[in-house]
C-alpha cells in the first residue's frame, strides 16, 4: 500500500509500504526513492510489485522486489491526450508479467506499447504516424535545468516552431 507520514505539508511523497497479514507489521520498501508512488499494481503470483512514479518530468513504471530493488522498466508513460503528453498515465499488468501502458513523448503523442517479462519494449499501434506526416513531424522540445533565485533547480523544456520568425511565448507553469 501507500501512504503518507502526515507532516502537515502541501505536499508530501507517497512512500511504499508492505504489512504482514498474519502480524501487522508494516515495512517500508523503497525508503531512499526521493519520489512519490503513483500507482501500484501486483501479480498475486509473484514476488513483486508495479509501481508508477514521476522521475525528472517524465511517469517512469519499474518492478519493485518484496526485499525493496527498484528496476525501472520504462519512462515514457503518458495520458491519453495529444497536448498534455506528460499528464497521467497507468498501466495494467497481466498474469504473465507483460505490462501494458501508454506510451508518450513530445514528439510522439498517446500510443499503446507493451513490457514483456524481459524487459523489451513493443508499441503495438501507430495512431498519429498519418497526422505526423502530413505535417512533417511532431515539434522536439529542448530540455535543460535552471537554478531558481533560492538555489532550487528547476526542469525546463522549450518547444519551438518550425518556421522562424518572432511568435508569442506561453507559460505552462505545472506541478
Same mark, same amino acid.
Given at each position: ?12 511523497? &507517497?512512500?511504499?509500504?508492505? *504489512?504482514?497479514? &498474519? ?9 531512499? !526513492?526521493?519520489?512519490? =508512488? ?5 501479480? /498475486? ?6 509501481? $508508477?512514479?514521476?522521475?525528472?518530468? &517524465?511517469?517512469? =513504471?519499474?518492478?519493485?522486489? !518484496? ?7 520504462? $519512462?515514457?508513460? +503518458? ?9 497521467? /498515465? ?8 507483460? #505490462?501494458?501502458? #501508454? &506510451?508518450?513523448?513530445?514528439? #510522439? ?6 513490457? $514483456?517479462? @524481459?524487459?523489451?519494449?513493443?508499441? !503495438?499501434? @501507430?495512431?498519429?504516424? %498519418?497526422?505526423?506526416?502530413? =505535417?512533417?513531424?511532431?515539434? @522536439?522540445? %529542448?530540455?535543460?535545468? *535552471? ?6 533547480? *528547476?526542469?525546463?523544456? !522549450? *518547444?519551438?516552431?518550425?518556421? +522562424?520568425?518572432?511568435?508569442?511565448? =506561453? ?5
Amino acid at each position: 500500500y501507500t501512504g503518507v507520514e502526515d507532516r502537515k505539508l502541501s505536499s508530501q511523497l &507517497r512512500r511504499l509500504f508492505m *504489512m504482514d497479514a &498474519r502480524t501487522g507489521a508494516t515495512r517500508e520498501l523503497l525508503a531512499t !526513492l526521493d519520489r512519490s =508512488i503513483d500507482t501500484v499494481a501486483w501479480r /498475486g503470483d509473484s514476488a513483486a510489485l508495479f509501481v $508508477s512514479f514521476d522521475d525528472t518530468g &517524465r511517469r517512469a =513504471i519499474g518492478r519493485v522486489t !518484496l526485499d525493496g530493488e527498484l528496476k525501472k522498466l520504462v $519512462s515514457d508513460v +503518458g495520458g491519453p491526450g495529444i497536448e498534455m503528453p506528460y499528464a497521467g /498515465g497507468g498501466f495494467s499488468v497481466a498474469r504473465d508479467g507483460t #505490462v501494458a501502458y #501508454v &506510451r508518450t513523448s513530445v514528439t #510522439v503523442p498517446a500510443e499503446v506499447a507493451v513490457v $514483456s517479462p @524481459d524487459g523489451a519494449v513493443a508499441t !503495438l499501434t @501507430d495512431l498519429h504516424g %498519418e497526422l505526423a506526416a502530413a =505535417i512533417g513531424g511532431f515539434a @522536439d522540445a %529542448e530540455n535543460f535545468w *535552471m537554478t531558481c533565485a533560492d538555489g532550487h533547480r *528547476m526542469e525546463c523544456w !522549450l *518547444m519551438l516552431p518550425k518556421v +522562424g520568425g518572432r511568435h508569442p511565448l =506561453i507559460l505552462e507553469i505545472h506541478g
